[in-house]
């Protein structure tokens, strides 16, 4: 007999995964390594752990271990709100008239809003565990920062968050449940570290970028005795601890007998879309089964679709690893009317490699039709989404729809990543009708194009 899918396809808590999955191992080939931006020459772990953590540079340059234990200290973390929900949309098929299957991995339900957590528990852990005093990172509208922020209460680690100063005077919520976690947060470009007034003199009212702030991050850490700098996306690790989204994603699907025709993700750094899609991506790479992987970006800052894949600098004062990567530059700064979030220059490594290796194809959207899809998903199914995570809705939605002229029912799964509370200024602009579009000039991308480095491979 056939068995009915429930609304939530729970996991029972001992179903949670117990490693996390490194796609990387079962790529024949790898992600370029990161180089040492002084040198050109590929970081040594000796040289990436004095930066981050130990643990955390062992995993981010181990490109052929396929499979990593999850600490138990991490697991109990993740037990507070895991396994999460994969959602069938039923509601929202209807509403559309669909033939359609929707699913959604709804990684919302926890204080951050958003997956965030899931790698800054990990982070924390690390860190914690060789004995640090504290943690630095940067945060653009606040996620990361805010997930980090509740990881170090937790452990009692010190948190320093250097915050993307328009975000900083714009989203006074986010930056107060960061206080309340106990975490300092210093509005960015500051005062407090070179990088940041050299900004501040060259750009005088800057309301800086994320670039900027990262930047600002590594020197405090490079500069304060027991802290490393940690980094919510675009890393191999975070991509690593996202797995978590995938590997249950993948068993909830499995419980019920569900075969995935598409799989959707919105691409910032591209954290939560390679987590999400790693396990199915390993099975495509093993020629195990076959997927559609789409990544969704916003057309104001289309690294994937209309960027270049090129190592770069992945912050503005060019203190990081250089990462190869699809990337706009990164001098490339979207325009200051882009609400949606996944303002990121680059893209995640291994990503990109995937993406080279047309294992997954790319579309961009723009932000009013991300909203409107918001506004339909919202409506239907109770839950107020991220803008970054409407990205991935907007998609899947057009696809239900074309499933509605074909005929095809299709099992369409996508992330979402998180809620929407605190990004009501957006939504406000979209309801008032003053949301504009904008999408960058050839001539825009090609001035920040000039500006990435010319590395011989
Ligand atoms: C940060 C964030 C993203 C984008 O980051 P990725 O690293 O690309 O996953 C997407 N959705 C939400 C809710 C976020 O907070």
Redesign the pocket.
């Known amino acids: 007999m056939k068995q009915e899918i429930p609304y939530k396809i729970y996991l029972e808590e001992q179903e949670m995964p117990k490693q996390w999955y490194n796609v990387r191992a079962d790529m024949k080939k790898k992600p370029s390594p990161l180089l040492n931006p002084a040198t050109s020459k590929p970081i040594t772990l000796k040289e990436l752990s004095g930066i981050f953590c130990e643990e955390l540079a062992r995993q981010e340059l181990d490109d052929s271990t396929p499979y990593l234990d999850i600490p138990d200290e991490i697991r109990d973390f993740y037990r507070m709100y895991r396994p999460s929900p994969l959602v069938r949309a039923y509601c929202l098929e209807k509403k559309l008239d669909t033939p359609a299957h929707i699913y959604y991995k709804f ?2 339900n926890n204080t951050s ?4 957590l899931n790698s800054a528990i990990a982070q924390a852990y690390y860190a914690k565990k060789q004995g640090l005093k504290g943690v630095t990172t940067e945060t653009g ?1 606040g ?2 920062g805010t997930a980090l922020s509740m990881a170090c209460s937790y452990f009692g680690l010190d948190c320093q968050v250097y915050m993307v100063k328009c975000s900083y005077e714009q989203k006074p919520f986010r930056r107060e449940v960061m206080r309340t976690y106990g975490a300092k947060v210093t509005p960015s470009p500051s005062m407090n570290t070179e990088v940041g007034r050299k900004i501040n003199a060259e750009f005088p009212g800057t309301t800086g970028s994320l670039g900027c702030a990262i930047s600002e991050a590594v020197e405090a850490a490079m500069t304060q005795e027991g802290y490393r700098y940690v980094l ?3 890393l191999a690790q ?1 991509l690593l601890h ?1 797995s978590v989204i995938g590997l249950e994603t993948k068993a909830a699907l499995e419980k019920y007998g569900i075969k995935a025709d598409m799989i959707i993700g ?8 390679g987590g999400l899609i790693s396990p199915f991506a390993g099975e495509m790479l093993r020629g195990e089964a076959d997927y559609e992987i789409v990544a969704v970006e916003p057309a104001s800052c289309p690294s994937l679709t209309r960027g270049v894949y090129a190592y770069d600098f992945c912050d503005t004062g060019k203190v990081c690893p250089l990462s190869k990567m699809y990337t706009l530059g990164s001098s490339f700064i979207p325009s200051a009317n882009h609400a949606g ?2 303002r ?1 220059h680059g893209m ?1 490594a291994t990503v990109s490699e995937l993406y080279d290796q047309e294992l997954l194809t790319a579309r961009s959207v723009e932000q009013t039709e991300v909203f409107k899809a918001a506004q339909i998903f919202a409506r239907v199914e109770g839950i107020l989404p ?1 803008p ?2 409407s990205h991935a809705i907007k998609v899947a939605i057009d696809e239900a729809v074309k499933c509605k002229e074909t005929g095809e029912a299709k099992n369409i799964v996508f992330g979402l ?2 809620t929407g509370y605190f990004d009501m200024v957006a939504y406000q602009k979209y309801n008032d009708g003053e949301m504009r579009d904008y999408i960058p000039s050839d001539e825009e991308l090609k001035a920040a194009f000039a500006k990435i480095p010319k590395i011989k491979e």
């Open positions: 990684e919302g809003g958003s997956h965030k509208a996620q990361w919510g996306s675009v975070v996202q919105c691409a910032g750094g591209g954290s939560n879309l979030g996944l990121y995640s991220a970054e995570s990543t998180g």
